[in-house]
Nanobody
Framework: QVQLVESGGGLVQAGGSLRLSCATSGITFSRYAMGWFRQAPGKEREVVAAISWSGSRTSYGDSVKGRFTISRDNVGNTVYLQMNSLKPEDTAVYYC????????????????????WGQGTQVTVSS
């Protein structure tokens, strides 16, 4: 059974940091591009970051560039999101997604590109 399980969310003050993890099972992880999306109350789900299956290319949403870093461990079948300099505007539910891909540099940045999704983890940033 395919499973993507996010962890690491919580409450943090503005300017602080969090590290999210997404543990996967039931897929050939090294053949999937991976990404993080988020959804705040009353807003559409938006891309945060994406990484190609090889880890050779990354892509970031404009609002998080320079603050967040996506990475992956193809041995441990896990993708990470390091979040620094957090702002109240970053408050949202963060979702992990996977997309089967043969392209070394493919970083999917649209919601409907993904094959699988996790259940999400809440991140709350206080002012």
């Amino acid at each position: 059974q395919v499973q993507l399980v996010e962890s690491g969310g919580g409450l943090v003050q503005a300017g602080g940091s969090l590290r999210l993890s997404c543990a996967t099972s039931g897929i050939t992880f090294s053949r999937y591009a991976m990404g993080w999306f988020r959804q705040a109350p009353g807003k559409e789900r938006e891309v945060v970051a994406a990484i190609s299956w090889s880890g050779s290319r990354t892509s970031y949403g404009d609002s998080v560039k320079g603050r967040f870093t996506i990475s992956r461990d193809n041995v441990g079948n896990t993708v990470y999101l390091q979040m620094n300099s957090l702002k109240p505007e970053d408050t949202a539910v963060y979702y992990c997604g996977g997309k089967l891909s043969d392209a070394v540099y493919y970083t999917p940045t649209t919601r409907d590109s993904y094959d699988y999704w996790g259940q999400g983890t809440q991140v709350t940033v206080s002012s």
